[in-house]
Each structure stands twice: as structure tokens, then as C-alpha cells.
């Protein structure tokens, strides 16, 4: 039975403390189209048609996963490119990464993480069955 879901659109919600920064970051130095500012409650930025909520809050909710990834077709590229915004990524002494910070999975796919300034966990991915 197919869900309503399936064909409505997807809203991602990340959670930030400190709205100045949270705005130089997503909009600055991701590139982001921020399209309101909704105080106390949240940042709202157009990611490529996908509306994502930065949501305002006194602090960041624990966790230590990827909260947000961005499917790119070549993560080196993305890699190279995020660094020249001044972006840095994450290495991990239990992943083979490269000198990129690149992890290749067993499928293949490759993948870099990098945090945003409220420490939220960020990826890019390259998928090989994507190329297809």
C-alpha cells in the first residue's frame, strides 16, 4: 500500500545554537539560499528544492551521527571544493581514509564527514550505482 509520503516532499531539520554563525556557515560557506529568518524558532534555507529548518535552540541535542549529507557526483571535487571555503574535514583512526579524508566503503561508495560550527555532523557521498 503506498504511502501519501511517497510523494510529498522531504523538510530536513538540523538543530543550532548560535544563529550568526549558523547563517556565515549554511549560506556563506555551503552556498545555501536562505529564504527566512523565523526568530526564536528557526533559520530556513532552500537546499536544492529540499527546505531545510535550521531549528533554534539553547543547546544541541546529544548525538554523534550524520545529521544532513548531500549526494555529490564526485567527492574528491566536493572535497577540494568545501576545503576552499575553509571547511575541514573529518579523519577517523578506525576508517581508511585518504588524503581527502575520503572513505571508500565496501560497495564503493565514498563518503567524507565534516561539522558544522554547532558540531552537527555533516557528509558528502559519491554512490557509484548513482553514476548509472
Not at 24 to 42: N, T
Not at 57 to 80: F, I, M
Request: glycine content about 10%; proline content about 7%; aromatic content about 10%.
Amino acid at each position: 500500500m503506498p504511502s501519501v509520503l511517497a510523494a510529498c516532499n522531504l523538510i530536513g531539520f538540523v538543530t543550532i545554537v548560535d544563529i550568526a554563525r549558523a547563517k556565515e556557515f549554511y549560506r556563506d560557506k555551503l552556498g545555501l539560499h536562505l529564504v527566512s529568518e523565523e526568530p526564536p524558532f528557526a533559520l530556513v534555507f532552500d537546499a536544492n528544492g529540499i527546505m531545510l529548518r535550521l531549528a533554534i535552540a539553547d543547546e544541541r541535542p546529544a548525538g554523534n551521527g550524520t545529521v544532513l549529507g548531500w549526494q555529490v557526483p564526485d567527492a574528491g571535487a566536493a572535497v577540494a571544493d568545501l576545503e576552499q571555503a575553509g571547511i575541514t574535514f573529518e579523519r577517523y583512526g578506525f576508517l581508511p581514509q585518504d588524503e581527502q579524508g575520503v572513505w571508500t566503503t565496501p560497495t564503493g561508495s565514498k563518503v567524507a564527514w565534516f561539522k558544522d560550527p554547532d558540531g552537527n555532523l555533516l557528509s558528502i557521498s559519491e554512490h557509484p550505482e548513482a553514476r548509472k
